[in-house]
T-cell receptor, first 116, second 115 residues
Framework: AQKVTQAQTEISVVEKEDVTLDCVYE???????LFWYKQPPSGELVFLIR??????QNEISGRYSWNFQKSTSSFNFTITASQVVDSAVYFC?????????????FGQGTRLTINP | NAGVTQTPKFQVLKTGQSMTLQCAQD?????MYWYRQDPGMGLRLIYY???????DKGEVPNGYNVSRLNKREFSLRLESAAPSQTSVYFC??????????????FGDGTRLSIL
C-alpha cells in the first residue's frame, strides 16, 4: 500500500525565515511520482512540482526548492525567505506506476503560517 | 480559462436527502477524479474515471455513485446523505490516462454540510 506522511501539522514562522516542510512516503513501486500542491486560504489546490522516482536531482524554482532522497523516502520542500503570501496548507502526494499511477495518495497536509 | 468547474460551491442537506455534485472540465482531459477533504485527513479519493465510459473506486467509495456523462463531465451522487459525508469535495482532471504525464488540475471545491 502507498502512504504519505507529513508529520508537521502546523508550522508558524516570522516573515523572511527559511522553512522546510517534511514529506515521507511509502511505496513498493519502483516507478512512482511525487507531487507538492499548495492550498491557499481561498481553497483551491495549486500544483507546484512533480518529480519521478528516477530523478533524484534537487530542484529550485525561485524561493522554492525540493530535496528528493530515495534512501530516506523523503521529498522535502523548502521555502527560502518566506513571505506572508506563502501562508497556505501544503500537501505532498504520491502516485505509483502502472495502474496505480491513475491515483494520487495525499499526505495530511502541513498548515504554514507566515507572520509579518 | 475555466479549467475545472464545480457546482454548486456550497450546499446544506438534511440526512437522507439525495444530491448530485457536478463537475466539468474544458481542457480535453481524459481522466477525472472526485476527492473529499476532511480536517487533518488530506484529500482522499472517492472515485475516478480514467477515460470516458470507465469508472473505478478509490479509497472511500461507500455512499457515493458517479457518472462519467461524457469526456467533459463527471458527476458525484449521494443517494442518501449522512452527517459523515459532511466535507469539502474536489473534482480534478488530468491529461492522459494516468497522472504520469501531467499533474491533476483541481476545481475550487464544493462545501457540503449534512445536518
Amino acid at each position: 500500500a502507498q502512504k504519505v506522511t507529513q508529520a508537521q501539522t502546523e508550522i508558524s514562522v516570522v516573515e523572511k525565515e527559511d522553512v522546510t516542510l517534511d514529506c515521507v512516503y511509502e511505496t513498493r513501486d519502483t516507478t512512482y511520482y511525487l507531487f507538492w500542491y499548495k492550498q491557499p486560504p481561498s481553497g483551491e489546490l495549486v500544483f507546484l512540482i512533480r518529480r519521478n522516482s528516477f530523478d533524484e536531482q534537487n530542484e529550485i524554482s525561485g524561493r522554492y526548492s525540493w530535496n528528493f532522497q530515495k534512501s530516506t523516502s523523503s521529498f522535502n520542500f523548502t521555502i527560502t525567505a518566506s513571505q506572508v503570501v506563502d501562508s497556505a496548507v501544503y500537501f505532498c502526494a504520491l502516485s505509483g506506476g502502472g495502474r496505480g499511477a491513475q491515483k494520487l495518495v495525499f499526505g495530511q497536509g502541513t498548515r504554514l503560517t507566515i507572520n509579518p | 480559462n475555466a479549467g475545472v468547474t464545480q457546482t454548486p460551491k456550497f450546499q446544506v442537506l438534511k440526512t437522507g436527502q439525495s444530491m448530485t455534485l457536478q463537475c466539468a472540465q474544458d481542457m480535453n482531459h481524459n481522466s477525472m477524479y472526485w476527492y473529499r477533504q476532511d480536517p487533518g485527513m488530506g484529500l482522499r479519493l472517492i472515485y475516478y474515471s480514467a477515460s470516458e465510459g470507465t469508472t473505478d473506486k478509490g479509497e472511500v467509495p461507500n455512499g457515493y455513485n458517479v457518472s462519467r456523462l461524457n469526456k467533459r463531465e463527471f458527476s458525484l451522487r449521494l443517494e442518501s446523505a449522512a452527517p459523515s459525508q459532511t466535507s469539502v469535495y474536489f473534482c480534478a482532471s488530468s491529461e492522459g490516462w494516468t497522472v504520469l504525464t501531467r499533474p491533476q488540475h483541481f476545481g475550487d471545491g464544493t462545501r457540503l454540510s449534512i445536518l
